[in-house]
DNA sequence: GTCGTGCGTTTCC
DNA sequence: GTCCGACGCATTCGG
DNA sequence: CCGAATGCGTCGGACGGAAACGCACGAC
């Protein structure tokens, strides 16, 4: 490894690293020489610091002054020609074997050309979301209200005449011959069949059999999804999007029901239930890469195309559109293409990610209108149309609800009862399909009970049994103390320590001799992912868990990184280095103890509707501690602010992220996911008001946004000065706080201080490199939970480790600080007092021997 | 062919 | 993980 | 009394650091 040292940062392809030091005095308009330590400026806004400046609350009405909402945040490239346009679409592609080195001198010098040459094609991306919002913001109606429903109505109205235009212009894309007769039972009439291209399921009235653009037995095209995907993205009616998608997923469920699996995949972007661990293994570079291929153009081309864009999915499918086909593929299917993901997730092994590669394109290029878009959203992992898990159980639940699967065909159910026994039917069985999926997050199983024997079976053939993960309970952050009081006003609730470990849902099934089976215990995460392998320490000391006359439970734990020698906890960064998978226990080099919180079945018997009084009882009766291995999270029945302000302190102190706070009695104590899955309350040092970590740093760098934050910058990188070496070390990226407000400004500021190439003297790891560099002027306060050593971030470095250097976890933005200049940021000793300071390292028993040198040399 | 390194992806928080 | 913005729903406010 | 305003919770999607892991690729 490059020491750093010698050399301001590692990235060896740049040639900045040539310039030295003394150049920096004649470039820059300040010298460091002349930094007057500002009356022996102090660590700034540590634990409630209060400097006047820090105090004054100047936020948004200061600000307005440079507010120009109108900019479009076009930056630099807009003093380019403009008239270089269409040249790249030549389909030339020629340019197959890019070396990595090729490719990033490219990346270097495409700043003026590629980008000026992508303008006019991949013209920045304003979501019809955005737009609406920002319409809605001129109009200002009297009723705002009604005014945004009558307005997102008359967009649907308009994007759907859109389509139709398009659709006729695209005449020859129509497949003519799309009549058929259907047979089913009293739909004896002939049915004309939708065209493609015009299939509209927002439309009222739908009629899942004749406005379907498919007949019965049919695979499901593609395009009918991406067709509906596509009138979503135009509506941010929540109602209005779940109305449009249970429409599409009528008309499946009616027509070829078998291909509703793959269509409810395809929306959410999973190919499995996450406890599978099937992933794709492609994403955002190799997805360029293939779509550069197969359009002729070099990585670095699509690769400002898609920055300038904000959308991956726009530039292929514009990209798509510009090519000639040389011969009509077949038509994408739904199940194809779901199968086709699958088989891409498959690969695995030597030359597997061309292998993948060349899959993907030849999806890409069978892609025909919006399809391309979704497509490549799809391989992305992100739709980004506003729709994702609870609004897809919404959607399923109204179309049971208005067309019930069954041997009785109703298309429908609303037509023959009063609206309001629609809606109450409607909610019912969204409630049932919500509780099912939490219990059983699995969308095979789900599909088949529903088609099977409808929403009333559900319940009871789908419900939560031990080796399925279910849903965890998650927590709100809470702003300040007395809002737990507010919130659990004359109810009973307990603090519990919030430990900084990861979530650990414990499965233990009952062997045929009711005992429990060891054997087939399972862990998994948060997410649902089966952490079993993960665990083998954790697993093979259950049995010291279980008390007498326990056969099966699931537990709700967090695993916390522990130092058994001194019985101290250890932070997250040692708990994630562990392996992900491990073969036996002995091999385990960092042990954790396991923190239990809750029980959420005990022998057969699911305990999700009982009060956690209940169920904290039972697991008390039932489970045994044992300190360093098992124990039960400290807690405490609090009543009065004061009571839970000093037991966060002591938690705090003890190494942990603060409390959980939770009801004890009464049916918001029960752990009913479907119903709200954040019902307890997260209190931490850092969310609480002028309490917590506040670092003042200065931008050096931007990254332009992606979807919504097409057209501003979405993220930035920041610095801390270093007085002694003379430089600004990155610190962290900064991606969050924000208003679009906010962004809107940062993006116009930033533009009078937009430089060619980094100074010199900026600290950072290649990693970083922003899109945009400026020279250091604007300083930000970012708030942040803790300081953590990094092995690419550059503040302080060589203060606490010889290569490693100080970050943050969970940066956010807290406001501008005009009043600050660069030079006044937080220096880098600061910050690596802020680290010292931290409870967690001041926990951390010094090891008098080699171990902490060995870290040094 | 083997090994180490770099890069990209995924998964925790 | 944090945070913001939009939406939907219930409650309160005001003419 | 009814519509407007307000407050609150949910949902979705921007974005963060750090580590493991698996493949690609160059050095030997």
Same mark, same amino acid.
């Given at each position: ?17 040539? =310039? ?239 291909? +509703? ?37 070099? +990585? ?169 993960? +279910? ?54 995460? =948060? ?88 169920? =904290? ?79 003042? /740093? ?10 919504? #934050? ?98 943050? #976890?969970?940066?956010?933005?807290? =406001?501008?600080?005009?009043?600050? /200049? ?36």
């Amino acid at each position: 490894m490059v020491s750093s040292s010698d050399r301001v940062h590692t990235e060896t392809s740049h040639n900045m690293a040539q =310039r030295s030091i003394t150049s920096f005095f004649k470039k820059t308009p300040f010298t460091p020489m002349e930094i007057k330590s500002n009356g022996g400026s102090k660590v700034s806004h540590v634990n409630g610091d209060t400097s006047p400046i820090s105090d004054e609350k100047d936020k948004p009405s200061e600000r307005q002054q440079s507010n120009s909402i109108d900019n479009d945040g076009d930056s630099q490239d807009s003093l380019k020609p403009k008239n270089k346009a269409k040249r790249q679409r030549v389909i030339s592609s020629s340019s197959e074997s890019e070396s990595p080195v090729k490719v990033k001198k490219e990346d270097l010098s495409d700043n003026d050309d590629s980008i000026t040459l992508n303008k006019s094609v991949n013209k920045t991306y304003d979501s019809p979301k955005n737009k609406k919002a920002k319409i809605k913001k001129e109009i200002k109606s009297p009723s705002p209200k009604k005014g945004a429903k009558s307005l997102s109505r008359d967009e649907v109205k308009e994007n759907s005449l859109k389509l139709k235009i398009v659709g006729s212009k695209e005449k020859d894309n129509i497949v003519k011959n799309t009549e058929h007769i259907d047979n089913i039972e009293n739909e004896s009439e002939e049915i004309q069949k939708v065209a493609e291209n015009a299939y509209n399921p927002s439309k009222s009235k739908y009629h899942p059999i004749k406005d379907a653009c498919w007949s019965k037995g049919e695979p499901v095209p593609y395009l009918a999804l991406a067709k509906t995907l596509d009138l979503i993205e135009g509506t941010s009616a929540r109602l209005k999007i779940i109305e449009i998608l249970s429409n599409f997923y009528r008309s499946v469920m009616v027509l070829t029901s078998e291909d +509703l699996l793959p269509c409810i995949y395809l929306c959410l972007n999973q190919l499995a239930p996450a406890y599978h661990s099937l992933e794709l293994g492609i994403a955002e570079t190799y997805l360029m890469k293939a779509i550069g291929q197969c359009t002729g153009r070099t +990585l670095a081309q699509v690769k400002s195309a898609v920055q300038k864009c904000g959308d991956m999915g726009r530039v292929a499918e514009q990209a798509r559109a510009a090519q000639k086909t040389m011969f009509a593929a077949p038509k994408l299917q739904i199940r194809k293409v779901f199968a086709a993901l699958k088989e891409i997730a498959h690969m695995t092994g030597q030359a597997s990610v061309n292998k993948k590669i060349n899959k993907i394109q030849s999806l890409y290029v069978a892609c025909r209108d919006c399809e391309a878009r979704f497509l490549i959203r799809s391989l992305e992992g992100k739709l980004r149309i506003g729709l994702a898990e609870q609004s897809v159980l919404h959607a399923l639940a109204l179309a049971v609800a208005t067309t019930p699967p069954g041997p009785n065909l109703q298309l429908d159910a609303a037509q023959h009862m009063s609206a309001d026994k629609f809606k109450a039917l409607v909610e019912q069985h969204v409630a049932v399909v919500r509780r099912t999926y939490c219990e059983c997050p699995d969308w095979a199983e789900l599909l088949h009970e529903l088609l099977r024997g409808g929403v009333a079976a559900l319940a009871s053939r789908c419900s939560m049994r031990v080796g399925v993960p +279910l849903r965890p309970m998650l927590a709100h952050p809470t702003r300040a103390v007395r809002d737990v009081l507010a919130r659990f006003e004359n109810e009973e609730f307990t603090c519990e320590y919030k430990y900084d470990g990861e979530r650990a849902q414990i499965h233990v099934p009952a062997a045929p001799d009711d005992k429990p089976d060891f054997a087939n215990a399972a862990i998994f995460s =948060r997410n649902q992912e089966n952490n079993t392998a993960k665990y083998p320490d954790v697993l093979s000391r259950l049995p010291t868990l279980l008390k007498e006359g326990v056969s099966s439970c699931v537990l709700d734990c967090e695993a916390v990184a522990f130092d058994a020698a001194n019985g101290k906890l250890l932070p997250f960064q040692v708990l994630s280095s562990r392996k992900r998978a491990c073969a036996s226990a002995e091999d385990v080099r960092v042990p954790v103890c396991v923190f239990v919180f809750d029980l959420l079945y005990l022998n057969g018997a699911p305990l999700v509707g009982s009060t956690l009084a209940h169920r =904290r009882k039972l697991l008390r009766e039932h489970f045994c501690t044992q300190p360093g291995t098992w124990q039960f999270a400290t807690s405490k029945d609090c009543s009065t602010i004061e009571e839970v302000q000093l037991f966060l302190e002591e938690a705090v102190k003890e190494s942990c992220e603060g409390l959980m706070v939770k009801m004890l009695t009464g049916d918001n104590s029960k752990y009913d996911i479907a119903r709200r899955s954040h019902n307890w309350l997260k209190l931490k040092k850092d969310y609480l008001e002028g309490v917590g970590d506040t670092v003042d /740093a200065v931008i050096i760098g931007a990254y332009r946004g992606k979807g919504k #934050r097409a057209g501003v910058y979405g993220g930035f990188l920041v610095a801390c000065y270093d007085p002694e070496s003379e430089q600004f070390q990155s610190l962290c990226k900064l991606g969050t706080g924000f208003s679009d407000e906010d962004l809107q400004i940062l993006s116009d500021m930033l533009k009078e201080h937009i430089i060619d190439s980094p100074r010199n003297y900026y600290n950072y790891d290649s990693s970083h490199s922003a899109d945009v560099w400026t020279s250091a002027a604007v300083v930000v306060e970012v708030r942040c939970a803790d300081l953590s050593l990094s092995p690419a971030h550059r503040a302080a470095i060589a203060r606490l480790h010889p290569h490693k250097g100080v970050s943050l #976890r969970f940066p956010r933005f807290v =406001r501008v600080r005009e009043d600050k /200049a660069a030079e006044q940021a937080t220096t880098a000793a600061q910050v690596a007092q802020l680290y010292l300071a931290q409870d967690q390292i001041k926990n951390q028993v010094k090891q008098p021997d080699a171990a902490h040198e060995d870290d040094f040399y």
